[in-house]
C-alpha cells in the first residue's frame, strides 16, 4: 500500500499562485506515474496534470500554460506549481498514483504521457483544499 500525503493548499486571490506538494510514503512497482486531480462542489473528479517516471507530462487543457507538475526523485516528492489561478480553480485536489495506461493522448506535452483518468490510478491522498478568489 502506498500512502501519499498532499500538502500546499490555501486561499489566494485570483491571479496569485501556489505550489501543492505531495510525499508518498514508498515507491514500489505499483506506481509508475502520479498526477494530480480535483473535484469542486457538485461537480465530477478532473484530472489536472500527470507526469510519468521518465518525465512526461500532461495537462488538462484547463490548466495549460497555467499549471506545471514536476517531481523531486531526491526528495521523493511530487509537485504541483499553480500560477495565475482563476476562480474556476477552486477545488479540493488530490494526488494520484498507479500504474496507467500511457499514449498518445491530447492531454499530453510531448508524444506519449500518462492517462489522466481516475480509474487508472490506485492509490489516492486526501486531498487539499485550494479557494482562489475574484
Known amino acids: 500500500q502506498v500512502h501519499l500525503v498532499e500538502s500546499g493548499g490555501g486561499s489566494v486571490q485570483a491571479g496569485g499562485s501556489l505550489r501543492l506538494s505531495c510525499a508518498p510514503s514508498k515507491y514500489t512497482a505499483s506506481v509508475a506515474s502520479m498526477a494530480w486531480f480535483r473535484q469542486a462542489p457538485g461537480q465530477e473528479r478532473e484530472g489536472v496534470a500527470t507526469?510519468?517516471?521518465?518525465?512526461?507530462?500532461g495537462y488538462a487543457d484547463s490548466v495549460k500554460g497555467r499549471f506545471t507538475i514536476s517531481q523531486d526523485n531526491a526528495k521523493n516528492t511530487l509537485y504541483l506549481q499553480m500560477n495565475s489561478l482563476k476562480p474556476e480553480d477552486t477545488a479540493m485536489y488530490y494526488c494520484a498514483a498507479g500504474r496507467p495506461a500511457t499514449g498518445t493522448f491530447t492531454h499530453c506535452s510531448g508524444v506519449y504521457c500518462p492517462s489522466l483518468s481516475e480509474y487508472d490510478y490506485n492509490f489516492w491522498g486526501q486531498g487539499t483544499q485550494v479557494t482562489v478568489s475574484s
Open positions: 507526469i510519468d517516471s521518465d518525465g512526461s507530462t
